[in-house]
Antibody, heavy 128, light 108 residues
Framework: QVHLVQSGGGVVQPGGSLRLSCAAS????????MHWVRQAPGKGLEWVAV????????NHADSVKGRFIISRDTSNNTLFLQMNSLRPEDTAVYFC?????????????????????WGQGTLVTVSS | EIVMTQSPATLSVSPGERATLSCRAS??????LAWYQQKPGQAPRLLIY???TRATGIPARFSGSGSGTDFTLTISSLESEDFALYYC??????????FGQGTKVEMK
């Protein structure tokens, strides 16, 4: 049974840093791409970042590029989002999500077919 | 970046009635579209992928259609637990994947 349990988050001042964690169970991070998606209060969903199943590629939304870094620890089956230089507009609930696509081992194809499991979400508030 | 536009913003429907939600892509996306349901305080739940394939455990009253730029999510007979927000997502040309702004299905 797949579970994604998030931790981290909280209140931070502008310019500060925070690290979010997403502990996966029921599957291996080494077999699937993983994403972060955020949702500002009362707003829609915004994709933030992805790390490929083999960990060789990461991509970040332009709005967070150069400030946020997605990473993972396969030995602990945990996904991370390191958030630096935080701004008030980064205030949101952050979700980790598992990619539905099952890549072939060794494949360099980077694709997605939707996000089939999501963490419970964690609130990040950037305010002085 | 592909822009996804959903309509209407709010749909008022009575239980047992049919609900039809629309999603339009700013560019051709084949059938690389997913639909999600989100209830207050919860994470989104995948309903449909590939524009028309129901995800595991999704009831048959949910159906998706469309290809290219215009897509539809239909809920054939609304049940009380279906009142929620619905988002479409394109994954044809990414990153970034992009979401529509959402349609709220509320009780009439």
């Amino acid at each position: 049974q797949v579970h994604l349990v998030q931790s981290g988050g909280g209140v931070v001042q502008p310019g500060g840093s925070l690290r979010l964690s997403c502990a996966a169970s029921g599957f291996s991070l080494g077999g699937y791409g993983m994403h972060w998606v955020r949702q500002a209060p009362g707003k829609g969903l915004e994709w933030v970042a992805v790390i490929s199943y083999d960990g060789r590629d990461e991509n970040h939304a332009d709005s967070v590029k150069g400030r946020f870094i997605i990473s993972r620890d396969t030995s602990n089956n945990t996904l991370f989002l390191q958030m630096n230089s935080l701004r008030p507009e980064d205030t949101a609930v952050y979700f980790c999500a598992k990619d539905r696509f099952t890549p072939k081992v060794g494949s360099r194809v980077r694709t997605t077919t939707g996000f089939d499991y999501w963490g419970q979400g964690t609130l990040v508030t950037v305010s002085s | 970046e592909i822009v996804m536009t959903q309509s209407p913003a709010t749909l008022s429907v009575s239980p047992g009635e049919r609900a039809t939600l629309s999603c339009r892509a700013s560019q051709y996306i084949r059938d690389n579209l997913a639909w999600y349901q989100q209830k207050p305080g919860q994470a989104p739940r995948l309903l449909i992928y590939g524009a028309s394939t129901r995800a595991t455990g999704i009831p048959a009253r949910f159906s998706g259609s469309g290809s290219g730029t215009d897509f539809t999510l239909t809920i054939s007979s609304l049940e009380s637990e279906d009142f929620a927000l619905y988002y479409c997502q394109q994954y044809n040309k990414w990153p970034p994947v992009t979401f529509g702004q959402g349609t709220k299905v509320e009780m009439k």
